[in-house]
């Protein structure tokens, strides 16, 4: 579904990704680990279209979709979810979704059909819906952030850290929905520090250290990696 061969991006002149290789085959669910300043981010923000690539190729759905721009890649359902969730805190929880759903502003069924999926999986924000998004706990906005991904309908979702901020509950809480939403067939690419729950839910993961793919494979064989247990033991 996604294939990254040889790719390469610098911030000025120096190199943030050096030649990543990777692939995620649709209905997977796969894990990008690694310490701080590893890449990690860099890498999603160059797959969404906001870094540009020196040099590599991206394909998505066999499209070479390298450096095209990120509404374009948006709309082909590559869907990015930031780190820290971003979400507009002085609009209502509902404005919040429809932002979501942009490209399918002329399409007031899809929408329709979206918020009640999105309200399914989420009670709180359908109860909610009318309430300022600022004012939701660190739980409620990283649910409220993934609920307005799915409004733009991602073929493949990425998400960059998606427990940091939130108490235990709350990322055993979005982790299973994570969980729930593979099952229901959406393919996910997850960078995460939470290493152990992570690899849970995945099929299969790399290790990204100094800009550079260092490991790859199953979550037992990753688990077991010297690389993965000095990155626990930090």
């Known amino acids: 579904m996604l294939k990254i ?10 190199p943030a990704l050096k030649e990543v290789s990777l692939e995620i085959e649709r209905g997977e669910i796969i894990a990008l680990i690694g310490p701080n300043r590893a890449g990690k981010t860099t890498l999603l923000l160059t797959l969404s279209g906001i870094l540009e690539t020196m040099e590599g190729r991206v394909t998505f759905e066999d499209e070479d979709i390298t450096n095209l721009s990120p509404h374009h890649i948006v709309s082909r359902g590559l869907i990015h979810i930031p780190q820290g969730r971003h979400i507009f805190p002085t609009l209502s929880i509902l404005d919040n979704l429809l932002m979501g759903a942009y490209t399918k502003r002329k399409n007031k069924t899809e929408i329709e059909y979206g918020l009640k999926e999105i309200y ?31 409004m733009a309908r991602p073929k493949l979702l990425m998400l960059d850290e998606p427990s940091q901020g939130l108490a235990p509950r709350f990322i055993e809480e979005i982790f299973d929905t994570l969980n729930r939403m593979n099952q229901s067939g959406l393919t996910l690419f997850i960078v995460e520090q939470e290493i152990d729950l992570t690899l849970s839910i995945s099929h299969r993961g790399y290790v990204l250290r100094n800009g550079r793919i260092i490991r790859e494979g199953t979550p037992s064989i990753l688990l077991e990696s010297q690389e993965i247990k000095e990155l626990v033991s930090i």
């Open 5 to 14: 061969r040889k790719l390469t991006v610098h911030y000025g002149p120096l």
């Open 120 to 150: 399914q999986l989420f009670p709180k924000l359908g109860e909610r819906k009318n309430q300022r998004a600022g004012t939701l706990s660190g739980g409620e906005q990283q649910m409220l952030a993934i609920g307005r991904a799915l």
